[in-house]
């Protein structure tokens, strides 16, 4: 995976008020600091509401939920503490509607169908492995998707997440034989050239949780090729 970040300058807000700030990551982002100690976009976001807002001292932000480092789109974060809880519990309760786009080399089964799946995960390889009936320690795991694009040499799907479970989307295509493109991890041919896959959180409608408005946010994809083609 790539190692340069984001910096302020070429920061994507998709939506920013009091409470909240959304951002479109890009793929080589990580959400949250770890192990490999390269600086996280909750660091970047915090020093735009500063230099934005000239707050001086520390800037709240509170990490909601996080995308795969490879993964680009929709990440939301809390600037109040009086909207972290109520954003925790309604990404918790499954009350955020979330709609991805995946490119994938070969045409899905149906044009159309729902996957469920028991998914369970190794962490010392990160990996989660997909399985028609329950193991024991597994999740069920259920996505609708949509062929809704034939490219030349690949297909884009849509995908409606209902369980938010590790790897979920890579690991339940790749079951169907429909491994994302660059996946090394879930059986792609070769990876993309930055490090990234083809998968991106497109789409988010969930309720402002101070204005309690309802909110769609929509991501553009990162400008590549493929994705140009399905625009």
């Known amino acids: 995976m790539s190692k ?23 793929p080589g982002d990580i959400v949250q600091g770890d192990k490999t100690g390269d600086k ?18 520390a800037v709240y932000l509170g990490v ?3 995308l795969d480092r490879p993964t680009s789109g929709i990440v939301v974060f809390a600037r109040t503490s009086k909207a972290l809880p109520r954003l925790n519990k309604l990404f918790a309760e499954k009350e955020a509607q979330k709609m991805y786009w995946a490119i994938v ?11 469920t799946h028991w998914l369970k995960r190794n962490p010392k390889q990160n990996k989660s492995y997909a399985n028609k009936n329950e193991v024991p320690d597994s999740k069920k795991a259920i996505l609708d998707y ?19 479970r590790h790897h979920q989307i890579r690991s339940q295509l790749s079951s169907i034989g429909c491994t994302i493109k660059g996946d090394l991890k879930y059986g792609a041919d070769r990876s993309n050239k930055d490090g990234s896959i083809h998968l991106h959180a497109r789409r988010l409608t969930f309720l ?13 994809p990162p400008s590549d090729s ?3 083609a399905c625009l």
């Open 4 to 26: 340069t970040l984001s910096n302020k300058s070429n920061l994507q807000v998709l939506y920013e008020d009091n409470h909240i700030i959304v951002i479109n990551k890009r």
């Open 40 to 57: 996280p976009l909750s660091d970047i976001v915090k020093e735009y509401i500063a230099e934005k807002y000239n707050k001086p001292g």
């Open 64 to 66: 909601v939920h996080r």
């Open 105 to 115: 080399k070969n045409q899905p089964p149906k044009e159309k169908d729902t996957l």
């Open 146 to 164: 949509t062929l809704i694009k034939e490219l030349d040499n690949y297909y884009l799907l849509e995908i409606d997440l209902h369980t938010g």
């Open 208 to 220: 402002h949780p101070v204005k309690k408005e309802p909110l769609t946010i929509t991501a553009p």
């Open 226 to 228: 493929i994705w140009d």
